[in-house]
Nanobody
């Protein structure tokens, strides 16, 4: 399984970014997927996840601002990030689920950097 993230960058507070994760080597539609992030000096945390049937889960810190979605025809996962805050600055990683529900993840992408300036 290969996961390739894109869409990160530098944005001002209040701005938006859309991350994408292109997956290959997997029957994408039957697995849960997720987005994690890790800021310098902090532990990796789950930002959002989506089951194989489209149920979504969000960290409290991003609820109402971020939206996770998937396009099974394109084998692509998305994360729409609005109203970005400086504390959202981190490396964002795409994760491939071990099964249809987002409880465990077994493959990870290389990450895409998101930097939010104040």
């Amino acid at each position: 399984v290969q996961l390739v993230e894109s869409g990160g960058g530098l944005v001002q507070a209040g701005g938006s970014l859309r991350l994408s994760c292109a997956a290959s080597g997997s029957i994408f539609s039957i697995y849960a997927m997720g987005w994690y992030r890790q800021a310098p000096g902090k532990e990796r945390e789950m930002v959002a996840a989506i089951s194989s049937v489209g149920s979504t889960y969000y960290a409290d810190s991003v609820k109402g601002r971020f939206t996770i979605s998937r396009d099974n025809a394109k084998n692509t996962l998305y994360l729409q990030m609005n109203s970005l805050k400086p504390e959202d600055t981190a490396m964002y990683y795409c994760a491939h689920g071990l099964g249809p529900t987002p409880h465990e993840f077994d493959y990870w992408g290389q990450g895409t950097q998101v930097t939010v300036s104040s």
